[in-house]
């Protein structure tokens, strides 16, 4: 038996091919991470049938939704611009679902007046969704998606058209607005704080595959492709385990180069060390940094207090230092500088 | 500040500033000009050469009112036929894909490019008492359509639903199906889809749809005059009304055309500003 949801989609449309398996339990969010285009919110509509399966299938609860239609599904979807009713009041908005599923008119704005006032939308129960904010119209949605008591409740881009300080109260308080809510939330993103922040587990993405599935802390340490590297700010390689040393794969032309980590490995690797762990040199160091490259500088920028240098190898990597380290080594674009890293700051994990 | 112009630009000369658009091409503005003369001036006419001493007493005229009466019924009659049968094919039309669609929606327009005495000549093939369908009706019903004032709204439904069709399957086309798609996860069924979600937003292109299609049924005269005849009080609507003063009474006819006109204007406008615009 499968986790709570249980999802194998397969579909096509053009040249787009969807090939995606995902699982989570019950009261867990999973975010979908990936850039754009990557499939994420086609998952999602595969997930609500609203897109056909072309093989493959969608289990909530052990129960088989495959072929169930759109409007018997067990699911509540958030859409990216919340898709409210435009002749409707938020509360029958909120009220319309349970309507549906054949609840009397009280019941259902009673059920409907509960959940505006848990998301603290009590006054604007009568208002028309023209009349909200972008905030406030976001949670009048997740409200209609609640309302039909799903179990599987799906976040399209939920950040996507907010404004940044009510992205912020949202990321803080949607966990306490999913109180209640025993069922999986599905949540699409392609900003990694989102999913950092408010998931359980991430599936990370690309060009219709998961290429990654995991818990964020995960995630973060063990990225697995350049993307998700990328995202989470790791320096990632590929390259082939001995021993405690790793040689990565050469880069074109280039000479191989080699990793020292900190306990053996064997086998085809991913090593990931983050570009703080960098430290940079202008002449060849001695003693505890284990690994030492020599570079160029490649460019220059600011991040966070911290400056980021990135630097051409090989090894391609990206060091954070101080603003004081930049002036003393007098970094330029095209100078050669030695990196160094500590082998116990080096991951290794199996590719 | 060192250099602060000693008076702040005038007027003219930022008017110099603005990139000129040339002059109007009177190739195009002459013709503008003489089509709207050409649209109007016969409504200048109308009202010129109106009657207007005895217009109280001409408007009282019982065969006036009745024909009057009888017009705005029909037409209404017809709308509410064409909604009720037009807004659901417009739906079919629109939002399904079946055998034929394409067909369909090509005999659908058909009668917006026959002329309507043709219109009114097939229907009275049909519908006849001798018509393909009319023999039955008339032998096992009792039930003789032409020539009737049933003929009348017939005959108006024909040549106005399409453009009520038409109208509705565009609006259709152009409204965000996503809001059905909302509406299905919801668990709204498609009936309820439709009833609760894709006609109200859809309601202002209906309301349109049901303005052109009531315009046309009050205009209809010649499938009228041909399939339902030219009885007073029972067939005979306005145009055909204005036909036959203007035979023995031209001043007649100018103030029947008058209240036709006047009454066609009033519905468009109060509609407009309540549906259209909103």
């Keep these: ?351 | 500040m060192t250099a602060v112009p000693p008076t702040p630009p005038a007027a003219p000369e930022r008017r110099r500033l603005r990139a000129r658009s040339g002059r109007l091409p009177w190739v195009l503005v002459l013709p503008a000009v003489a089509a709207v003369a050409f649209l109007v001036l016969p409504f200048a006419g109308l009202l010129i050469s109106a009657p207007w001493p005895d217009m109280g007493e001409r408007l009282r005229d019982p065969e006036v009112l009745s024909a009057l009466w009888l017009s705005l019924a029909t037409a209404t009659a017809a709308t509410v036929v064409s909604l009720l049968l037009g807004v659901p094919l417009a739906w079919l039309l629109a939002r399904t894909e079946f055998p034929g669609r394409r067909l369909v929606r090509a005999l659908v327009t058909v009668p917006l490019v026959i002329p309507p005495v043709v219109g009114g000549v097939a229907l009275l093939l049909v519908l006849g008492r001798n018509g393909i369908l009319g023999t039955h009706l008339d032998a096992w019903f009792g039930i003789t359509v032409p020539f009737t004032t049933a003929a009348v709204v017939m005959a108006q439904v024909f040549v106005a639903m399409p453009f009520l069709v038409i109208s509705v399957e565009g609006s259709l086309r152009g409204a965000d199906r996503r809001y059905e798609e909302a509406a299905a996860t919801l668990g709204a069924s498609r009936t309820t889809v439709f009833t609760r979600v894709t006609l109200p937003m859809v309601l202002p292109g209906i309301a349109a749809g049901a303005v052109l299609c009531w315009a046309r049924a009050l205009g209809e005269f010649g499938a009228t005059i041909t399939f339902a005849g030219n009885f007073p009080g029972t067939t005979q609507t306005m145009p055909l009304a204005v036909y036959m003063a203007m035979q023995r009474d031209p001043e007649a006819a100018v103030v029947l055309s008058l209240v036709l006109l006047l009454v066609s204007l009033a519905v468009l406008v109060t509609l407009r500003e309540r549906w259209v615009n909103a």
Aim: hydrophobic residues 45%.
């Design chain 1, 1 to 351: 038996m499968g986790s709570f949801l249980d999802a194998d989609l397969r579909l096509s449309r053009g040249t787009f091919e969807l090939h995606a398996a995902l699982g989570a339990e019950r009261g867990e969010i999973l975010a979908l991470l990936g850039p754009n285009g990557a499939g994420k919110s086609t998952a999602l509509r595969a997930l609500a049938g609203l897109v056909p399966l072309e093989a493959g299938h969608v289990r909530v609860g052990g129960r088989d939704e495959t072929t169930t239609p759109v409007e018997q599904r067990p699911i509540g979807m958030v859409f990216q611009d919340y898709l409210l009713f435009p002749h409707m009041s938020a509360l029958e908005n909120v009220a319309f679902g349970p309507r549906c599923q054949g609840a009397d008119r009280a019941q259902a704005r009673e059920r409907a007046a509960g959940l505006l006032e848990h998301l603290g939308l009590a006054e604007h129960a009568v208002a028309r969704p023209g009349r909200l904010s972008g905030g406030q119209a976001q949670r009048v949605a997740l409200a209609r998606a609640l309302a039909v008591q799903p179990r599987l409740l799906l976040l399209d881009e939920p950040m996507a058209a907010l404004d940044a300080s009510t992205r912020v109260e949202v990321r803080a308080r949607l966990r306490h607005w999913l109180e209640g809510f025993d069922g999986t939330t599905v949540l699409v993103t392609h900003d990694p704080l989102d999913a950092m922040v408010l998931a359980d587990r991430i599936a990370v993405v690309e060009e219709g595959r998961v290429v990654q599935q995991g818990t964020p802390a995960e995630v973060a340490r063990r990225p697995r492709t350049a993307y998700v590297a990328r995202l989470v700010g790791l320096n990632l390689f590929h390259g082939t385990a001995e021993g405690t040393t790793v040689t990565l794969d050469a880069q074109g032309e280039a000479e191989t180069v080699e990793v020292r980590l900190p306990a053996p490995a064997e086998g085809p690797a991913l090593v990931a060390f983050p570009p703080r762990a960098v430290a940079l040199y202008s002449e060849p160091p001695h003693g505890s940094p284990r690994n030492v490259w020599q570079v160029r500088v490649d460019g220059v920028e600011r991040f966070g207090d911290q400056v980021r240098v990135h630097l051409a190898g090989p090894p391609d990597l990206a060091a954070d230092v101080s603003p004081a380290a930049v002036a003393e080594l007098g970094l330029v674009r095209g100078q050669a500088v030695w990196a160094g890293v500590k082998a116990a700051e080096v991951e290794c994990y199996g590719a």
